[in-house]
């Protein structure tokens, strides 16, 4: 006997929800990777900015607006093909009759947490890079 839609429906959200969770994690680790490697790779540049009058206010600017823009990329790239990927699979699903006619919804909710989580995540990193910078002397930065 088959189930009806919403209880077929229901017996997957968890697992999907899972894995929802563990591409979010993994995007974020992601993140922070990018962020640490990109800090190490730019402290004698900064360094050196700073050598020829760069403040500590311009490097906090540059530092906060690099990682916006990482995360604004992200977000976008995350939307752009998030959804065309998910319309498609609502598609292939409804073609194929796995849950009978599925229809795509936005899910704003859950888009909303993690981009704040993602901004949230970034903003803190940045502040962490800031205060980092602040403590180690130039000299050590430039060699």
Do not use: W
């Amino acid at each position: 006997m088959r189930l009806p839609y919403k209880q077929r429906i229901d017996a997957y959200r968890k697992p999907v929800y899972g894995l929802v969770i563990f591409v979010g994690i993994f995007g974020i680790v992601n993140l922070l990777n990018m962020l640490f490697s990109n800090m190490a790779t730019r402290k004698r540049e900064y360094g050196m900015l700073q050598c020829v009058g760069l403040t500590d206010k311009q490097l906090s600017s540059i530092v906060v607006k690099e990682g916006i823009l990482y995360s604004v990329g992200s977000i976008s790239i995350s939307l752009i093909f998030g959804t065309i990927f998910g319309i498609i699979l609502c598609n292939v699903f409804s073609s194929f009759s796995v849950f009978g006619k599925v229809i795509y919804h936005f899910p704003f909710k859950e888009m909303t947490v993690y981009f704040s989580i993602l901004i949230i995540v970034q903003m803190i990193f940045a502040y962490i890079i800031i205060n980092f910078y602040k403590r180690e002397s130039l000299i050590d930065r430039i060699k």
